[in-house]
């Protein structure tokens, strides 16, 4: 815990990001001033997201406010399921594919400035409107830092499918809902908890981008 009866924890925070440093040839943070402010950051954030929730519960009612938490998930949901089915109408199309209307596959491969590879296979179920993003094939994690944790491959599959609808959704869980995502463990995109990661933020996040895009043909 970081909060623990409304007080920030700052002293076993430090501790915490400093512990590194005890080992050889290691060091702790270099930025201990931003990363508690950062941290900060994001508790402030949530607990004025809890506050402006609870201001429309006041209002409307936790029956409704909850009703329409899961409208614009449903509307995100079937906003998804019908790019799925557009892109598999598309392809059939184009290919005229004639035996098989309901399923398409879709790859691409990228790589990083050290040659390190990201491989997607999509495969679309155009009937059901559901996806399965497979990233079987990806290099294995790196000793440097731009492994890039689970969830940043999810963030970057929703934002490309979120860029891909034609109208503005709302960011939110629904959009994953006809998505099964493969992430090989140890690799890149699936490190062990000792890898290092700050870089796959910034630069593995972009790669990937690239690659769900170049999949899709955007």
């Known amino acids: ?16 990001l400093n512990e590194p440093g005890k080992l ?10 931003h990363n508690i402010a950062d941290l900060k950051a994001q508790i402030a954030a949530n607990l004025k997201g809890v506050k402006l929730v609870q201001e429309l519960i006041d209002i409307y009612s936790l029956k409704v ?27 059939s199309e184009k290919e005229n594919n004639e035996k098989d209307k309901d399923h398409a ?18 495969e679309i179920n155009g009937k059901e409107r559901k996806a399965k993003f497979d990233f ?21 599959i929703i934002y490309c499918l979120r860029a891909m609808i034609p109208h503005e959704i709302p960011l939110n869980q629904g959009c994953m809902r006809p998505i099964e ?10 490190p062990h908890k000792d890898a290092a990661v700050v870089g796959g933020n910034v630069l593995t996040s972009q790669r990937l981008v690239d690659v769900i895009l170049r999949a899709f043909g955007v």
């Open 65 to 91: 406010v909850q009703a329409y938490m899961g409208y614009i998930q449903d509307n995100a949901e079937t906003a998804v399921k019908d790019l799925l089915k557009s892109v598999v109408q598309s392809l």
């Open 136 to 156: 079987t094939g990806t290099s294995e994690q790196v000793w440097y830092n731009w492994n890039a944790p689970r969830s940043i491959s999810y963030s970057a």
């Open 1 to 16: 815990k970081i909060v623990e009866q409304g007080k920030f924890k700052e002293k076993e925070v430090t501790d915490r």
């Open 24 to 33: 050889e040839n290691c060091s702790g943070t270099r930025t201990l001033t």
């Open 181 to 190: 995502v493969i992430l090989p463990p140890g690799s890149i995109l699936d």
């Open 105 to 122: 596959k879709l790859h691409a491969v990228d790589y990083m400035d050290d040659g390190t590879k990201i491989c997607l296979c999509v």
